[in-house]
């Protein structure tokens, strides 16, 4: 059978890596982007640049999107030459950045609209695991699009879930999140009680980790309260984005969610501090200064 040709937009460190993945495995692509040396890449392992989100829907049997904002991804389907413009009729779009959800479903029922699919596919994991095929794939949609989507979804990840309707895999990946960020917070904000109280912040850790509080994000914030070391590839000004989706998607429910607050209150307030492009254990910092 014939691999789709892929449409792939947003090549940053998780995007380029999964662009690189699918070319390993055999896909043709397509591709456009800000990140001209990752476009390079790309076009060096034999992909083709254009220049327009419609030239790109054109020539792709899967559009795949990997970028920042809600914003971004409606200024890609509905701008001047942009992907609604240009999908083909029975074409795939994916969206595997982290997006409102009722963006999300609007988007879907305007390319229903043109004989289109879309799969809302937040993605968790890191970019080395986007290199390897190794990501946890979070998708939501019409069951008919997501099985013509799976065995490209299975390419690039190890976890590839479907949880039900439109919308329902960003839920999932912002509450994920929301979770993750808090308790990211909570921790960094413990070792800078603990410092300005006199204990030492390695043995606070030894004992912690070896109760029930123990977590990979303990150890992210442990590596860099203790040790300096900054190794959670996910910015402050990302989970702050991400949190305030969260906080929409709670109004939206008809819900407050006062605990997702002071996590948004800690990150803006870092981010405000000129932090916005570290870390989310940095936030150690802010807290260790307040």
């Keep these: 059978m014939t691999k789709p040709v892929i449409g792939f937009i947003g090549l940053g460190l998780m995007g380029g890596n999964m662009a690189e993945c699918l070319q390993n495995n055999g896909f043709d692509l397509v591709v456009m982007g800000r990140n001209k040396e990752a476009v390079a890449a790309t076009v060096n392992r ?62 879907g029922t305007d390319l229903a609209a043109k004989g289109a699919g879309m799969i809302d596919a937040p993605l968790g994991r890191t970019p080395a695991h986007a290199k390897d095929g190794l990501l946890n794939i979070m998708a939501a949609g019409d069951i008919a699009a997501f099985d013509k989507v799976k065995p490209v979804l299975d390419v690039l990840g190890e976890n590839v879930f479907h949880l039900g309707e439109l919308g329902a895999g960003h839920v999932t ?9 808090t308790t990211a917070c909570t921790m960094s904000q413990a070792f800078a009680v603990a410092e300005r109280s006199g204990v030492n912040k390695q043995q606070l850790f030894d004992i912690m980790s070896a109760g029930p509080s123990n977590s990979p994000f303990m150890q992210f914030c442990k590596n860099y309260a203790v040790d300096g070391v900054s190794d959670l590839g996910f910015s402050i000004n990302n989970a702050n984005k991400d949190l305030g989706y969260f906080l929409k998607l709670a109004e939206d429910v008809g819900t407050r969610a006062e605990i997702a607050e002071g996590t948004a209150n ?25």
């Design 46 to 107: 034999g992909a083709v640049e254009v220049t327009t989100p419609r030239e790109l829907a054109e020539n792709s049997d899967i559009v795949m999107l990997c970028v920042t904002t809600s914003d971004v991804v409606e200024s890609l389907i509905y701008g001047d030459d942009g992907i609604l413009a240009g999908i083909k009729d029975s074409a795939v779009v994916i969206d595997f950045g982290t997006s409102i959800p009722a963006s999300t479903r609007k988007i």
């Design 266 to 290: 800690n990150l803006q307030a870092a981010a405000d501090a000129g932090m916005g492009d570290g870390n989310v254990p940095e936030i150690f910092d802010y807290f260790a200064k307040l």
């Design 173 to 181: 990946k912002l509450i994920n999140n929301y979770m993750g960020m």
